[in-house]
Each structure stands twice: as C-alpha cells, then as structure tokens.
C-alpha cells in the first residue's frame, strides 16, 4: 500500500459527476474551490447540451480544474473516467446537487490517513432547511467515527457517494467501480455501496466519519419518491445478490440485518418518511434476480447488465484493465478536444 505520510494537499483530487444539472454543478465546484482553491477538480458532463461545460470552463479558468464531456452511460461509468483523468493519489467524490462544506477535504484525507488499511471512508450528507410536507431530501448521518473491517460488517457502513473518499490504489485493484450499478446505468444505484462490498472482500477496510460533511440539495416531491426508491432497491438488490455469489456464507450476517431492518427498522437514508415496505421489497428482489444472472468478471464487476427499461451496458474495463477505458478516455479526449496528457 502506497505511503500516506506527508503527503500534500494537492496529492488529492476532487471528482464530481453531472448530467443536466448546470446550476447544481455550478454551486458544488463553487464550493470545493471555496473550500481547497488549489485542488483538482476533474468534472465528468454527461449532460444533453454543452450549457454546463461552458459555464464551469468559465469558473474554472486558471485553476487545476478541468471538464471532461463524455457519453451518458451512468454514475459508475463517470466516476472511472473521473479517476482516470485525475492524478491525486486521494480521490473524493461529491454530486451536482451537493455544496460541500469548509474543511470537507481535509477531513476527508484526515480520515484516510487514520489507518493504512482503509481503501474507503464515507462521511455525512446532510439535509438543508425544506418544507417537509411538500417532499424530502435523502440524508444520511454519521454520529461517531466507526471502521469494518471484514464483510460481516459491511451494515456498519452504508454511506453515500455523494461524500465519499478513496484511495487510487484501492480503485486500480478493485478494477473500479462496476459500470452497470449507478444512476442512469442498467442497475440505477449502488455503485458506491458495492464498492464498499469488493473493497471489503480485497482485505481493504471501509470507515464513515462524521468530520466530512456535504449539503445535499437533492429535494424530490412526493410524486417523484416511487420511482426513486424503486431505483435505489433494485440497485441494493443487485449489489447484494452479487455480494452473496462472492461472499457465500460470510454474507449472510449481513443480509439478516438488512432483513431485519426491513421488518422493524427505518432506512439507513433518511427519507423523512418510511416507504411502502412491498414496493421495496418488490424492487429490490427483482434487482437480486437481475443480479443473480448476470455474469461476473474476475473484479466482481457485472457484465452485459440488462435494464429494467430494455436494453444493456458491458462494462469498460476500467481501473487495472486498461483496454476499452482507453478507449472512452481517448473519445473524452476528442469531445473535449484534448490529448489526455494533462
């Protein structure tokens, strides 16, 4: 594992991933260069129009920031290009619907420091002011720092992307994030949650911290709420199916307290409600099936994942095989009219 002593600030990248959203990604580059205006910030546009890359290439002059337009292929095919054209040996992800908040990098790399066996480290995405009775905002708290370390433990950890902070090494073993879970890919979420299963399984740790923070402004009504839950858990069950055909029976303390959760309990990420328990569960088993037969590659990583709404997305090969990833680097390359050296 690489040494993490010493290391400066600017060894660490910020990758954030947008489709659509020019105002939000506006305000979360805005926030990360207010917080470290030093860094690098490599912005993944999967947008329909060029509005978004124009305005941050206009925010982002003169710093290490820098736009890179690609195919709308999903959250988990973004956030590799994003790896693969930063060159931190840190990497922390945000959303374009999220202002971090001061001293979120610092706490981020902090955490990462604390021990040299953790791979990840999630920290809080937390709520703004909202009218209640109109919607709600997907939350997620963290009271106290805590560390898995082993598979079994995985329900210690649950975290979202849209604060989260790993390791380049952990990403290049892990071949990177599987391309068919996240938003807009067959799966529609889980990327970061089955991250955090592979990472585990490769002998990393995965911790949460409550010092790195993020503001989600990700308010949906209450007409859009089936439709994003029914996504969410069909992407969980997906995740873990495949956690199950990897991990066997050390999966399955793991599975019992999501079960459970299910009966008694409340989502991990509040919701400022409990939905329907049969229309997640319903998702989520169909996501499990999905997940059950569709075929794996030596990383863990799903391959030729259908979507729920037809059609299917293979995987890129990102991370440590290099092959197609090159290939979308090099078309990135050319949308944005660089050589990929920079």
Known sequence: MI????????DTSVVLCTCDRPEGALAAVQSVLRDVPTTQVIVVDQSQ???TEHRLKLLMEGTRGRVIRAEPRGLGVARNLGV?????????????????????LASMRTALFRDPRLGLVFGRVLAPDYDRTQGFVPSYEVPEYVVADHIEQKTR???????????????????????????????RAGEDADFAVRAL???WHVAETPAAAVVHNGFRTWAQRDDLIAGYMYGLGAVNMKMLRMAGWHAIQPLTTLASRWL????????????????????????AREGMRTPLDRNGRFTDAHSPHGGHAGHLGSGSDAGDAGTERNAANRRSGTNGSG
Request: net charge negative; proline share 7%.
């Open 49 to 51: 129009s060029d509005e």
């Open 264 to 287: 008694v309990g409340e989502p991990v990420v509040n919701l400022n409600h409990i939905p329907p328990k049969l229309a997640r569960l319903r998702a989520f088993l169909r996501g």
């Open 157 to 187: 950890i649950e975290g979202m992307g849209a604060c989260m902070g790993i390791l380049r090494e952990t990403w290049q073993r892990l071949g990177g994030f599987d391309e068919a879970l996240g938003s807009g890919a067959p799966f």
């Open 201 to 203: 399984l490769a002998g």
């Open 3 to 10: 040494a993490r002593a010493n290391r400066p600030l600017h």
């Open 84 to 104: 693969t054209f930063s060159s931190g040996a840190y990497i922390a992800f945000t959303d374009d619907d999220c202002e971090v908040c001061p001293g979120w």
